[in-house]
């Protein structure tokens, strides 16, 4: 005794499934959440402490950036030019109360 395996075609598959064969869309790289802090603070001249990966702190007031670094300009002392990867964090000058040391 020979026996046939039956087996539907996959077009008939497609037809009667389309959502669950449809695979979920990865989440984005990026969500571009950090462009948009940068360019909010930059707009409003916000000052900002900048608190790298060593302990220092940078005060200023973000002038401009790109992928890898930021430009603070400063009253007291020279615009610095910072790799954002030796940044630890930032926040803004007026909640440095809210700030845990």
């Keep these: 005794m020979n026996?046939?395996?039956?087996?539907?075609?996959l077009?008939?598959?497609?037809?009667?499934?389309?959502?669950?064969l449809r695979k979920k869309p990865a989440p984005?790289?990026?969500?571009?959440?950090?462009?948009?802090?940068?360019?909010?603070?930059?707009?409003?001249k916000t000052?900002?402490?900048i608190v790298l990966q060593d302990g220092e702190q940078i005060k200023g007031i973000i002038e401009w950036y790109d992928k890898t670094c930021?430009?603070?300009?400063?009253q007291n002392g020279p615009n610095l030019l910072l790799y954002k990867p030796c940044i630890k964090y930032l926040y803004?000058?007026?909640?440095?109360?809210?700030?845990?040391?």
Excluded: C
């Design 3 to 9: 026996r046939k395996l039956i087996r539907p075609s």
């Design 11 to 20: 077009t008939e598959l497609k037809d009667q499934n389309p959502s669950k």
């Design 28 to 44: 984005p790289e990026q969500t571009n959440a950090e462009n948009f802090y940068y360019v909010k603070q930059m707009q409003a």
């Design 47 to 49: 000052p900002m402490v």
């Design 70 to 74: 930021i430009k603070v300009h400063r």
């Design 92 to 101: 803004k000058e007026n909640d440095e109360g809210d700030v845990a040391s």
